[in-house]
Structure formats: structure tokens, C-alpha cells
């Protein structure tokens, strides 16, 4: 059985008297663990796409079904609770708060989400920040770490909940080549060692070349879906083995 199924979604948005179609048609079928890039030029309809694939959007037409269960017919608090439960976000520009630590921040969601005592939440975020290589800045706050830093306790803060899918819009676009490489690294880390589902969107070539699956949009339609699943491995062991 499918993970994620999107059959036949269009996602419209009114500006004023005018009708947006920002997506138009996608049928898309992503199976659980793997690591999908979604591409395209600007305006393309990515960010689109992924808040639909997390729930943050909900198709306009057509359907969206999570374990062959449609979101459609969940009220807004179940999709928030869901969303806590389930899916993981990370965004292009960290997202971070900044009162607070960074071990913090990884927590939040936790907190957000419930049921969880604080002292089990600080333990797993301190190893989660351990994991992403940052563990010695869980005292510090967003603004005494550098962008690539930042990127690994914003990844670290989308696994707290232990999420089935994590989406990221453009994770590398505010990086460095170098701190894009690492970044990419991590990722294919936490996919291969956890079985978490990645949908990626993204401009960034090396990310499109470690890809396992590359989804492209033009004019928000999709126009090529290409399997490229040696492709990651080599390029990932390579980034790993330079580190």
C-alpha cells in the first residue's frame, strides 16, 4: 500500500478577482522511505505541492490520501494533530526561535505536541542535536550559530516527534556549497538509518543529483518523474568520505 497519494489534485487561490491555479492535475504516488526531490523553475507550483503533501494546504479538487486515508475527511484538529504526529517541516529560512536555546527550539514541537514528560524531551533532543553534529551548542541561541548550524537544529526539530515524513522547502538555499553538501549528507543519513520519508523541493544541483527520485513541475504540472535510485548512495558516500 501507497504512503502519500495525490489523485488528480488541483490547488486553486483567489487574489482579488483573479483565480490562481497553483497546481493543476497532479497524480502522484510517493511509497514509505523514500527520498524524492521535487524541481522546477520559480512559480512552478513546488511549495505548492509540498504544503499539500503536508497537509498545511489541502487540494482544491482531487484527493489526498495518507495510508489510503483521504485528508479531506479530517476536521482541522484532527490534521493539526496528525501533522504533530506524522510530519516533520523543515523551512528555507530555519524558522527558529530566538529567545530560546537551541535545544529548546528542538523540543518545542514535543511540547506542542503532548504527552511527553520534559526531562524524555530534553534527553531525546540533546540526542538528536548530538546526531546532527551540534550537540555542544544546545545552550546557544539561533543568533550565535551559523546558517549551516542552523539547518541541523532545524532538522533535529522536525524528528523530534519521530515523524513517518519530513518536507523541506529548499533546505540548502540560504548554505554554502560547503554546508549544502553536509546538509545533504545528513539528510540521506537520517533517511537510510530511520526509514523517513524526505520530499524535498529545490534548485540546488547536488541535492537533484542525490536524489532517488526526481519529480519535475512545469506550469504547475508534472512532466517528468524519474527514478534515479544509485545515484544518491554515490554521491552522498562521496560527501561522507570528504567530511
Known amino acids: 500500500m501507497s504512503f502519500l497519494t495525490l489523485e488528480c489534485a488541483t490547488k486553486c487561490y483567489q487574489l482579488g478577482s483573479t483565480q490562481i491555479v497553483a497546481v493543476k492535475d497532479i497524480s502522484l504516488t510517493i511509497e514509505g522511505g523514500e527520498f524524492t526531490v521535487?524541481?522546477?523553475?520559480?512559480?512552478?507550483?513546488?511549495?505548492?505541492?509540498?504544503?499539500?503533501?503536508?497537509?498545511?494546504?489541502?487540494?482544491?479538487?482531487?484527493?489526498?490520501?495518507?495510508?489510503?486515508?483521504?485528508?479531506?475527511?479530517?476536521?482541522?484538529?484532527q490534521l493539526t494533530q496528525m501533522r504533530q504526529k506524522r510530519v516533520g517541516i523543515i523551512f528555507q529560512s530555519f524558522n527558529l526561535v530566538p529567545v530560546m536555546t537551541t535545544r529548546e527550539n528542538?523540543?518545542?514541537p514535543g511540547q506542542l505536541h503532548g504527552g511527553r514528560v520534559v526531562p524524555e524531551l530534553k534527553s531525546r533532543a540533546e540526542t538528536l542535536l548530538e546526531e546532527v553534529g551540534v550537540g555542544q551548542y544546545a545552550e546557544h541561541r539561533p543568533d550565535q550559530l551559523s546558517g549551516g548550524q542552523r539547518q541541523r537544529v532545524a532538522l533535529a526539530r522536525a524528528l523530534i516527534n519521530r515523524p513517518?515524513?519530513?518536507?523541506?522547502?529548499?533546505?540548502?538555499?540560504?548554505?554554502?556549497?560547503?554546508?549544502?553538501?553536509?546538509?545533504?549528507?545528513?539528510?540521506a543519513e537520517m533517511n537510510r538509518k530511520y526509514g523517513i520519508t524526505f520530499v524535498f523541493s529545490t534548485h540546488d544541483q547536488l541535492l537533484l543529483r542525490s536524489a532517488r527520485r526526481c519529480v519535475q513541475l512545469v506550469d504547475g504540472r508534472v512532466v517528468e518523474d524519474t527514478q534515479c535510485s544509485n545515484k544518491v548512495d554515490a554521491t552522498v558516500n562521496t560527501i561522507m568520505e570528504a567530511q
Do not use: F, H, W
Request: hydrophobic share 35%.
Open 38 to 77: 521535487i524541481c522546477g523553475p520559480s512559480g512552478s507550483g513546488k511549495s505548492t505541492l509540498l504544503n499539500m503533501l503536508s497537509t498545511i494546504d489541502l487540494p482544491s479538487e482531487g484527493d489526498y490520501r495518507i495510508d489510503n486515508t483521504s485528508v479531506l475527511n479530517m476536521g482541522d484538529r
Open 164 to 187: 513517518e515524513l519530513v518536507i523541506a522547502d529548499e533546505p540548502t538555499a540560504n548554505l554554502d556549497s560547503d554546508n549544502s553538501q553536509k546538509i545533504i549528507a545528513l539528510l
Open 106 to 108: 528542538v523540543m518545542l
